[in-house]
């Protein structure tokens, strides 16, 4: 079974403080992880894959198989960043459900 | 990117009747379909996932006889409420997979009084 955990229903932190949003997941095999990004009243919209292990609007995400972790990270907040952000994982291989974990408010304040 | 639709964005209906919902993919094709569904302020919860020319699979707790899904062709998928009630009111969003990621469709915001 796979499973997201998102410890932080909501994380508030000032503009330009360093955001970090923690992700963990279990899965026995080899999982794709992906951090989603809701912004209000707008549709689910992909932020970061770690198999791109690209740079979106200043966010980054390591995955790190020994801790089974995924967090999102980037080093000054900025007030458009405030939205729902869901870590999600699928398994690798063929078009597979994805489970999400059960997201993180990020509020940022001026 | 690819571009997933959803038919109607809101709807309002009477407890005991039916709702059909719409989910079409705009520039691709998409063999397989994701519906989930997302109650206010908690995360998407996966209901069923609808393959083209097949039976859909339900996930467990999901009632298959009241939550009617079609795959009619590779560009459209539809799920039924069938008998609303007001505990199905809910945001229904459907999905589509690619290699690397998976598509959303906006939502269907489904209100049952």
């Known amino acids: 079974a796979q499973r997201v955990t998102q410890p932080e229903k909501l994380l508030s932190v000032f503009k330009g403080a360093p955001v970090e949003l923690k992700c963990n997941y279990s899965?026995?095999?080899?999982?794709?992880l992906f951090w989603y990004v809701q912004y209000s009243r707008q549709r689910l919209q992909l932020l970061l894959r770690?198999?791109s292990r690209e740079s979106i609007k200043g966010f980054t995400a390591d995955l790190n198989k020994g801790e089974t972790s995924f967090h999102l990270k980037k080093p000054f907040a900025q007030e458009e960043d405030s939205a729902m952000y869901y870590c999600?994982?699928?398994?690798?291989?063929?078009?597979?459900?994805?489970?999400f974990g059960i997201g993180t408010k990020l509020q940022v304040i001026p | 990117g690819a571009v997933v639709s959803q038919h109607p964005s809101w709807v309002i209906c009477k407890s005991g009747t039916s709702v059909k919902i719409e989910c079409r993919s705009l520039?691709?094709?998409?063999?397989?379909m994701f519906w989930y569904r997302q109650f206010p302020k908690q995360s998407l919860m996966l209901m069923a996932t609808?393959?083209?020319?097949?039976?859909?699979?339900?996930e467990q707790g999901v009632e298959k006889d009241k939550f009617l899904i079609n795959h009619a062709s590779l560009t459209l998928s539809t799920l039924t409420v069938t008998s609303a009630h007001p505990e199905d009111s809910s945001f229904y969003i459907c999905?589509?997979?690619?290699?690397?990621?998976?598509?959303f469709g906006p939502g269907t915001r489904l209100t049952v009084t």
């Open positions: 520039d691709f094709q998409a063999t397989t």
């Open positions: 999905s589509a997979p690619s290699p690397g990621e998976q598509y």
């Open positions: 770690h198999i």
């Open positions: 609808s393959n083209e020319g097949s039976k859909a699979t339900y």
């Open positions: 999600a994982l699928r398994p690798s291989g063929g078009y597979q459900k994805v489970t």
């Open positions: 899965y026995s095999g080899s999982p794709e």
